[in-house]
């Protein structure tokens, strides 16, 4: 049994491809950036074109936008520690757009997800698009909608932070 499951980890790992690594390291490196409160390596990490959806339906940050509200966060020493879980990772057949979902763990949001898009620019993989979410098991979806429904009359779509 111990035998079958190396043979299929080392075959999962040496299916992929460069590309699929190198995008997995900028993922890893930029959420290692928040947690070392990096900001520098951390935005350099985005598209100049980026989106941030955060958690909050009123969350899509414009890299800019995104930037000046992270400020004062890594100005304190310690912005927030994503950690990979699981991981899958799509490259285009042009090699030139990548997109992939993520599990993660981290201390303040519990098991949460992320997924995105990034593009090579100049050789480097940038994101251009990165969703967090939170996923809500089914069973609690019913009262977790009263309660937004409760909470907010906001329409999403059409709210970005200042």
Same mark, same amino acid.
């Given at each position: 049994?111990?035998?079958?499951?190396?043979?299929?980890?080392?075959?999962?790992?040496?299916? +992929?491809?460069?590309?699929?690594?190198?995008?997995?390291?900028?993922?890893?490196?930029?959420?290692?950036?928040?947690?070392?409160?990096?900001?520098?390596?951390?935005?350099?990490?985005?598209?100049?074109?980026?989106?941030?959806? $955060?958690?909050?339906?009123?969350?899509?940050?414009?890299?800019?936008?995104?930037?000046?509200?992270?400020?004062?966060?890594?100005?304190? $020493?310690?912005?927030?520690?994503?950690?990979?879980?699981?991981?899958?990772?799509?490259?285009?057949?042009?090699?030139?757009?990548?997109?992939?979902?993520?599990?993660?763990?981290?201390?303040?949001? $519990?098991?949460?997800?992320?997924? $995105?898009?990034?593009?090579? +620019?100049?050789?480097?993989?940038?994101? !251009? +698009?990165?969703?967090?979410?939170?996923?809500?098991?089914?069973?609690?979806?019913?009262?977790?909608?009263? +309660?937004? !429904?409760?909470?907010?009359?906001?329409?999403?779509?059409?709210?970005?932070?200042?």
């Amino acid at each position: 049994m111990r035998l079958a499951l190396l043979l299929c980890a080392t075959l999962a790992l040496t299916a +992929q491809t460069p590309a699929h690594r190198a995008v997995a390291a900028v993922l890893d490196d930029w959420h290692l950036a928040a947690a070392q409160a990096d900001e520098v390596r951390y935005f350099s990490h985005l598209a100049e074109g980026a989106v941030f959806l $955060g958690t909050d339906a009123t969350e899509r940050w414009p890299k800019p936008a995104f930037q000046a509200w992270a400020h004062p966060i890594f100005q304190r $020493g310690k912005a927030w520690s994503f950690k990979a879980t699981r991981r899958v990772v799509t490259i285009a057949r042009n090699g030139e757009v990548a997109w992939f979902d993520e599990d993660l763990a981290t201390p303040n949001l $519990g098991p949460s997800r992320g997924s $995105g898009v990034l593009s090579k +620019q100049g050789g480097h993989w940038r994101i !251009e +698009q990165y969703n967090l979410s939170v996923p809500i098991p089914n069973a609690l979806m019913k009262a977790v909608k009263a +309660q937004i !429904e409760a909470s907010t009359h906001q329409t999403p779509a059409t709210v970005t932070p200042k």
